[in-house]
């Protein structure tokens, strides 16, 4: 309510005298296939009104404005078209506007084939600029998404939370991590193209949205081009096939479908071991009431099974390549992966529209249900199975802290050459060993989230004259979410030992203690979160000004329910814990100065609380409801400022941009060696800031008719704002005898302010041409430079328990300050070059569309990697010294690293 008073008097602020309005109308119509294009969506420059063309390709638009202004004509998969015309007071036909088909449109399959790539172990933080901005035009983020994207460039530094997805207006982001699951609907591109996407802190019809952007996907069948459409994919990146197919009904009654289907797979991708295993479906029925009312069904249905892969060390890396991956190896001569992630979470939704000339409503029911599970080995009282393990590697011997064993070392060398991968005959081998009396030494387990997601959600878009907007929406969405282990396969063994290896303590002192293959062990909870919002947003046009003013207001809940005892929480863990309730606001709000119809300035800014992300609420939800002490909302306060030109010939645009994020928290889980002790430990950081700031250039300049040339930069700079308290929680919690009294013990404060944040380059810098030939062929080539990417650091290793020497309990003699900061100094990873090659062409052979797409990325095949992040074993200033003294640190950082030369070629054929 505290938002109300503002928001009426933003309303009383935009109301103005009506002026007389001229008419602008014309008709979009195919240029290859002489046929009108319905649902095109036409826009006067200079103002954020938009308008769609019938099922004949017609527009009318009208307008008070005079003078020289743009009418920007775009519709999915053309080109878009700038008409200068000039406003006297009097109506205006533009006539027929031939819009040239775009060729590159299967741009989009290699953008997905780039980011459907996990960045670590534990999370999959796909690229901000993942799928969000395939609907956009705008020339730097695309560079982002289709170039900086394979190096995991993200826009401005953001994680991928920070976007907002919607489908049908019904919001997609999960509770569990704040991002959106594109792998829900990953191979359905012909049928998920229909999108619209509003850019950072702009205006957005269907909700408040995210700092990044929003992008709303509509799946209406009328809103898509009818026939059917075959393609057929190559590539060497995550898949290596792809076979689609889609048929949409014509439009020539009151109902339509659209039926879409998808097979992916690969037996290997670009990374050894990652197999690809995906099927998806789509089925979409409209039906027009009337002619303002219908409804729509949509189902979609996409399953995804792929191999997983892991960051190495620079040693492993000399060792065995940057294809390397230990998570697999043979088994009866066939490739076996240990980590593999599969995921199947079928959508259905409903919705209605209403739509007169002046309000749209969408309102909205949907369901979503299934899991997402995660398989790795486990090992217990055995031998680590990882190829990988620091004790089988060279550096451990070259390391000793007794003096370098060359011998040994040497032995580790060639061992790990002729052996790089899991034996999996030797886990069977030592589960049928008799002394174990059939007790699993090994097992293979799934880690699995049931979720069921329920949303319903009004969006209601009121034209209140022709230079005033209102928006306004109202949504409720709960997700009942079952988290738990599972036993895959017991690797020869006849049956499990259901105790926590850390603690020798049972995880279900209610349960039996030895499990079988199919059972749940090791944990099981469920996590509740709902949450209730709404949101008003003015949008007002004036002759030289435009403005907005949106607000948003929401309460979320989260409960966890233990379904497992566990022993060392036996008061702590089973049933339902105590409810977590967060209210939040946010405002936001933007202003336009049009100098002429081709040259304007916008400024924006937000500000708004949020709610911790549900992982980052409970300290280890897998063995009790213990909430993070003191858990408050996020803040974030962002602004940015643009300049637009636009020119028949030069286009750009130049913006700057400034985020705080404040108090948010974050969880680790890690086995950490310190001055207080050895034990496998989560580590709370609470009270964190961040900020983000930079510039982007985007530029593109028509040198002709056929040739384009593009100019993108970025330089930002995100960084650690302040020295967040950390505190560390015990696995031994709850014994006897732990190591901390209560299991945990406050570090006090990290001293990261100052360092980098791992988000990616953030400097990129690329040059693009083009060349379009009016035969439908075109080529271009992009020349990239990427620089300023850091390894993520070790936080713990930034607290004074650093500095203490576990034998004295004293400060190292040597841990001067001198010495500390040149250990601790963060690890700016190297600088690299992309150029990449793309090419398309298109033929209309007797009334049958066909086109190919072809791209080459990384050409000249350069070696670089695309993150890291420090290992927190050594938790010490006397082992980390003494670890750095070789040229291979025993627990040296991590890297992921990207491919080389990829290709990915498209054939499609409508009819």
Request: proline share 4%; with cysteine.
């Amino acid at each position: 309510m505290r938002l109300l008073p503002l928001f009426l008097c933003s309303f009383a602020l935009f109301q103005v005298i009506g002026q007389e309005s001229i008419s602008i109308k014309g008709k979009l119509v195919d240029a290859q296939l002489n046929r009108p294009i319905p649902n095109g969506r036409v826009i006067l420059g200079g103002t954020s009104l938009t308008y769609e063309t019938n099922s004949e390709g017609e527009f009318e638009l009208t307008t008070p404005l005079t003078g020289e202004r743009l009418l920007v004509c775009t519709a999915n998969d053309f080109i878009t078209k700038r008409l200068a015309i000039q406003l006297e007071g009097t109506n205006l036909d533009v006539g027929t506007v031939f819009m040239e088909p775009d060729v590159t449109v299967e741009q989009t399959d290699n953008l997905i084939t780039l980011t459907d790539i996990e960045l670590s172990d534990d999370v999959e933080a796909v690229s901000a600029s993942a799928g969000l901005l395939q609907a956009t035009r705008d020339v730097f983020l695309n560079r982002a998404a289709f170039d900086f994207g394979q190096a995991f460039f993200r826009v401005r530094g953001y994680d991928s939370r920070e976007g907002k997805v919607f489908i049908n207006n019904m919001p997609m982001n999960k509770f569990f991590d704040g991002r959106p699951q594109w792998n829900n609907w990953g191979g359905l591109n012909d049928v998920v193209r229909n999108q619209t996407f509003t850019n950072g802190l702009e205006a957005a019809e269907m909700g408040f949205g995210g700092i990044l952007g929003n992008t709303n996907i509509d799946t209406r069948p009328s809103g898509l081009r009818p026939g059917l459409r075959l393609s057929a994919s190559a590539s060497n990146r995550t898949y290596s096939g792809r076979l689609m197919a889609t048929y949409t009904s014509s439009g020539n009654s009151d109902w339509h479908y659209t039926v879409s289907g998808s097979r992916r797979w690969a037996t290997e991708g670009y990374i050894d071991g990652t197999h690809y295993d995906a099927f998806s479906f789509f089925g979409a029925l409209e039906y027009r009431l009337n002619e303002r009312n219908s409804l729509l069904l949509t189902s979609i249905m996409a399953k995804n099974r792929r191999g997983r892969s892991a960051a190495i060390t620079e040693e492993v890396f000399e060792l065995a390549g940057n294809r390397y991956n230990p998570y697999w190896g043979y088994q009866n001569d066939g490739m076996r992966s240990s980590r593999e992630r599969d995921i199947f979470e079928p959508i259905l939704m409903l919705n209605h529209y209403f739509e007169s000339q002046n309000i749209q409503i969408v309102t909205g029911v949907s369901y979503q249900s299934g899991s997402r599970a995660r398989s790795r080995l486990g090992y217990f009282n055995a031998p680590n199975p990882d190829p990988t393990y620091y004790r089988y590697l060279p550096s451990f011997y070259i390391n000793n802290p007794i003096g370098a064993d060359f011998t040994n070392a040497a032995l580790a060398r060639e061992g790990f050459l002729q052996n790089p991968q899991i034996n999996w005959n030797n886990l069977y081998l030592a589960n049928s060993n008799t002394v174990n009396q059939g007790k699993a030494a090994y097992v293979l387990q799934n880690d699995i989230v049931e979720d069921a997601r329920f949303s319903v959600n009004s969006v209601a878009n009121i034209s209140m004259g022709h230079r005033f907007l209102l928006d306004l929406g109202l949504g409720h969405t709960q997700t009942n979410s079952a988290n738990f282990a599972e036993l895959d396969d017991l690797l020869g063994a006849d049956f499990h030992e259901d105790i926590d290896p850390f603690s020798n303590t049972r995880n279900n002192i209610n349960g039996p203690l030895n499990k079988e293959e199919g059972d749940v062990f090791s944990y099981h909870y469920e996590v509740e979160a709902t949450t209730l919002n709404g949101f008003v947003q003015a949008r007002k046009q004036f002759d030289k000004w435009s403005a907005f003013f949106a607000a948003e207001a929401s309460r979320t809940t989260y409960r966890r329910t233990g379904l497992f005892q566990n022993e060392r929480f036996s008061q702590n863990s089973l049933g339902k814990g105590e409810k977590v309730d967060f209210s939040n606001f946010g405002a936001k709000g933007g202003l336009t100065y049009k100098i002429t119809a081709r040259h304007w300035l916008r400024a924006q800014a937000a500000y708004l609380t949020r709610s911790p992300i549900v992982q980052n609420v409970y300290v280890n939800p897998r063995e009790s409801h213990e909430v993070v002490p003191d858990i408050e909302s996020e803040t974030v306060s962002s602004m940015d400022m643009d300049y637009f030109l636009r020119l028949p010939d030069l286009t750009g645009r130049i913006s700057g941009f400034y985020t705080r994020f404040q108090n948010a928290t974050d969880i680790n889980f890690f086995f950490v060696d310190s001055g207080l002790g050895s034990d496998f430990v989560q580590e709370v950081i609470t009270d964190l800031d961040r900020v983000h700031m930079g510039i982007e250039v985007g530029i593109e300049y028509q040198v002709s008719p056929a040739v384009e040339l593009s100019l993108v930069a970025n330089v930002g700079k995100y960084l650690f704002a302040n020295h967040p308290a950390v505190t560390i929680n015990f696995d031994t919690a709850g014994q006897e005898e732990p190591i901390a009294p209560e299991g945990n013990i406050d570090l006090g404060l990290a001293n990261i302010k100052g360092y980098r944040l791992a988000q990616g380059p953030q400097k990129a810098v690329a040059f693009g041409v083009e060349y379009r030939d009016p035969d439908y062929w075109w080529v271009g080539a992009t020349a990239n430079y990427l620089a300023n990417n850091y390894a993520n650091i070790s936080t713990i290793t930034r607290t004074q328990s650093f500095l203490i020497d576990p034998e004295t309990g004293q400060r190292f003699v040597d841990a001067t300050e001198e010495n500390v900061a040149k250990l601790l100094q963060q690890q700016k990873l190297d600088d690299f070059y992309l150029l990449n090659l793309v090419g398309g062409k298109s033929w209309l052979i007797d009334g049958t569309y066909v086109s190919i797409f072809a791209s080459i990325n990384n050409v000249f095949e350069a070696t670089f990697r695309t993150g890291g992040y420090e290992q927190s074993r050594n938790g010490n200033f006397g082992q980390l010294q003494q670890d750095n003294l070789r040229n291979n640190p025993t627990f040296a950082p991590k890297y992921w690293y990207g491919y080389g030369r990829t290709y990915f070629l498209n054939v499609a054929v409508s009819f």
